[in-house]
Structures are given as C-alpha cells and as structure tokens.
Antibody, heavy 122, light 109 residues
Framework: EVQLSGSGGGLVQPGGSLRLSCAAS????????MTWVRQAPGRGLEWVST????????YYAASVNGRFDISRNNYRSTLYLQMNRLTVEDTALYFC???????????????WGRGTLVTVSS | SYVLTQPPSVSVAPGKTAKITCAGD??????VHWYQQRPGQAPVLVIF???DRPSGIPERFSGSNSGNTATLTIRGVEAGDEADYYC????????????FGSGTRVTVL
C-alpha cells in the first residue's frame, strides 16, 4: 500500500524558514517524480513544485520560485521542501504527492499524503 | 498561463447523475485528470487521462473530453460522493506545469 506521510509544518513568522519532509513507502520511490501541492484555508489546490525521479529536474510555481527548494533522498525514500522568506500568503496545508511518471512531465498525481499545515503569522 | 474554469457548485439528488464541467482552451488536446477531495481529507485521483479509472474507483465515475470542455460524470450519486472535485491538466506553455481548476463543490441533496 502506498503511503505518504508529511511532517515539519508549524507556525513561523514572516521572513522565516521551514523544512517539510514527506516519508514514502509502498512503492519504488526512486522511480517516480514527486510533487508538492498546497491548499490555503478555504481555497483550491495550487501546484508548488515537482522533482524528477533522479533529482536532476526541478520545477517551481512562479509564486515560490527563488524562495523554495525541492529535494529528495532516494535511499531514505523521503521528499523535502525547504521554504525560505515565508510570507502570510504561504499559509496553507501542504500535500506531497506521487507522480505517475519518472520525469513529472505530462503527468498526474496518483497518490497523495494527508498534508502538513504551515502557518505564517506574526 | 493556461486556465481551467469549473462551476463553483453542483447540487444533485441521491441516485441521480451529476455532471461537472472543466473548460479550457482546446482542452481536448490535453489529458485531463480529476480529483475528489472529501472534507478534511487529501485529494484522491478518480479519473486520469480523460476517462480511465484507477483501481478501486467505482464505475459510477466516468470522464469525457471534447472541444473546449472536459466533463466528470457521477451516476447514481451517493451521500459519500459529496466532496470538492478538481480537474487538472499538465501544461508546458507556462511555468505552471500542473494546472488545477478552481474546484466544484458537489452537494447531495
């Protein structure tokens, strides 16, 4: 059974940093691209970032480009999202999700984790 | 950037059919995927590549894609189908590679 477990969320002040983790099991982690999607309170889904299976290709939404850094450790089956220079607009539930391809290109998300909440507030 | 437009809400009586639309420019040239998000839960993939169902998704869920509109159809609606539904495409023409629709709240009367 595929399982994705996000962690690392919490309350942080504007301008601060946070690192999210997503532990994966139940599939060959190193064979699939992985993606972060967020959902602000009461709002819809917003794509944040995608990382290819080999870790060489990264993609970021314009709203986070230059502030967030996606990475992975295929030996530990773990996905990360380093979030810097956070603003109140980054407040959201962050989901990690498994892509259906190794590249993350022309793909969909076939499994989602339960999400970890990030609150940016002074 | 590529935009997907969904109606904010759809109401349907139990046992009836719900149709949720997703409009986008020449969307038929893209693969459309649909996610169900029940309150307080993570999204679940219910349709991929326009009309394919993942294992475990009931046959009541079906999809189509033509022209400028993709449609998710739920036949024999049940109380457990009450959720938000999002369409999604992958778009290489802009930096937003995963594009989600705004979501449709399905209410079972």
């Amino acid at each position: 059974e595929v399982q994705l477990s996000g962690s690392g969320g919490g309350l942080v002040q504007p301008g601060g940093s946070l690192r999210l983790s997503c532990a994966a099991s139940g599939f060959t982690f190193g064979s699939y691209a992985m993606t972060w999607v967020r959902q602000a309170p009461g709002r819809g889904l917003e794509w944040v970032s995608t990382l290819s299976a080999d870790g060489r290709s990264t993609y970021y939404a314009a709203s986070v480009n230059g502030r967030f850094d996606i990475s992975r450790n295929n030996y530990r089956s773990t996905l990360y999202l380093q979030m810097n220079r956070l603003t109140v607009e980054d407040t959201a539930l962050y989901f990690c999700a498994k892509d259906d391809t190794d590249s993350g290109l022309d793909s969909h998300l076939d499994y989602w984790g339960r999400g970890t909440l990030v609150t940016v507030s002074s | 950037s590529y935009v997907l437009t969904q109606p904010p809400s759809v109401s349907v009586a139990p046992g009836k059919t719900a149709k949720i639309t997703c409009a986008g420019d020449k969307i038929a040239s893209k693969s459309v995927h649909w996610y169900q998000q029940r309150p307080g839960q993570a999204p679940v993939l219910v349709i991929f590549d326009d009309f394919d169902r993942p294992s475990g998704i009931p046959e009541r869920f079906s999809g189509s894609n033509s022209g400028n509109t993709a449609t998710l159809t739920i036949r024999g609606v049940e109380a457990g189908d009450e959720a938000d539904y999002y369409c999604q495409v992958w778009d290489s023409s802009s930096g937003q590679i995963y594009v989600f629709g705004s979501g449709t709240r399905v209410t079972v009367l």
